[in-house]
């Protein structure tokens, strides 16, 4: 599809027809395809800007940058939000402080969850810890949950006494899906701290917190031989 045609799908009242556009604008430079993809930051589906945000991600100019922060601050829809978190990420350091704003700023899950990713992959070990660490305060039970995967990460670093310090209370938290995923994370660490507790999970009432233990030890030993 040529760039005309591409304008003309993106003028289309049929949504199915912008989202093409969007799509075949993979095959052109980022100076061409962010202006095109600007003049859709207002569509009203939400799965076109949808679209947009993800394709700002992969054809990244500054103003593809300031694009994203719109969205991600502004845009109506939480999936549109997340979308613009994602794609934010593969900007670089310089979409950190954007992420930290957007992370407090929102409390739909999705959103959140999606910032997890996003930080990690930007050697910010710091703020990704401070980050987790405030999630675990949280009522939201998924993005508690993201945020203890994420402590994981922490093992055999600088960082690594404080995520233990946050994940071996929970080892007696209320709820079982939550001491699974400590289970999980605590299978990282090495520190004696880290061990003990996983022989009082070995012990829980719950078979699927058991379940993760043991799948996480054996998976070391196969590893290890």
Request: glycine fraction near 4%.
């Amino acid at each position: 599809m040529n760039i005309d045609q591409i304008r003309g799908y993106l003028d289309s009242k049929d949504p199915q027809s912008r989202m093409k556009a969007i799509t075949e604008l993979r095959h052109y430079e980022p100076d061409m395809v962010v202006p095109l993809l600007q003049t859709c930051l207002d569509d009203p589906e939400v799965i076109v800007r949808s679209f947009v945000a993800m394709g700002l991600g992969y054809k990244r100019t500054p103003e593809g940058f300031e694009a994203l922060v719109k969205l991600v601050h502004r845009d109506a829809d939480y999936n549109v939000r997340a979308e613009a978190a994602n794609a934010l990420g593969r900007y670089g350091r310089e979409a950190i402080p954007h992420l930290l704003r957007a992370f407090y700023e929102n409390d739909h899950w999705l959103v959140r969850m999606s910032i997890f990713p996003a930080l990690a992959d930007l050697d910010c070990p710091e703020q990704l810890l401070d980050l987790c660490i405030s999630s675990l305060e949280g009522a939201d039970q998924a993005v508690k949950e993201a945020a203890i995967a994420q402590l994981c990460l922490f093992a055999d670093t600088p960082y690594q006494t404080r995520a233990l310090q946050h994940l071996l209370p929970l080892v007696s938290a209320s709820e079982w899906s939550t001491r699974r995923q400590v289970a999980l994370a605590l299978c990282q660490f090495q520190e004696p701290q880290a061990e003990a507790a996983l022989t009082q999970l070995r012990k829980d009432p719950d078979h699927r917190v058991v379940a993760a233990v043991m799948e996480r030890l054996l998976s070391a030993q196969v590893g290890g031989e």
